[in-house]
């Protein structure tokens, strides 16, 4: 069974940096693509950014790229989100996620797995 635990979460200033984990288990994931998904109070989840784990193609939404960069390591099974420059309004409860796919570029729905989240808020 695929299990996903984020960590990295907390408060921080604007302008700050935090780096969010996941570590997933419960079976190879050469075969799958993993992604950080985001979800603010009142707010739908929205897509962040997603990696290959075989391959490394990333994607990122507009308001992550030149900001956020999301790694892997293969042999800890675990992916990363580095979070530099972040503003108030990147609070939200920070989830990570995986599917199963080949698609190029890595898609950014129909991810089937899901971990509890981790909370990130930045203060002004």
């Known amino acids: 069974q695929v299990r996903l635990v984020e960590s990295g979460g907390g408060l921080v200033q604007t302008g700050g940096s935090l780096r969010l984990s996941c570590a997933a288990s419960g079976r190879a994931f050469d075969d799958y693509a993993m992604g950080w998904f985001r979800q603010a109070p009142g707010k739908e989840r929205e897509f962040v950014a997603t990696?290959?784990?075989?391959?490394?193609?990333?994607e990122y939404a507009a308001s992550a790229k030149g900001r956020f960069t999301m790694s892997r390591d293969n042999a800890k099974s675990t992916v990363y989100l580095q979070m530099n420059s972040l503003k108030p309004e990147d609070t939200a409860n920070y989830y990570c996620?995986?599917?199963?796919?080949?698609?190029?570029?890595?898609?950014?729905?129909?991810?089937?797995?899901w971990g509890q989240g981790t909370q990130v808020t930045v203060s002004s």
């Open positions: 990696i290959h784990w075989s391959s490394g193609s990333s």
């Open positions: 996620a995986a599917r199963r796919t080949s698609v190029v570029p890595t898609p950014r729905i129909g991810y089937q797995y």
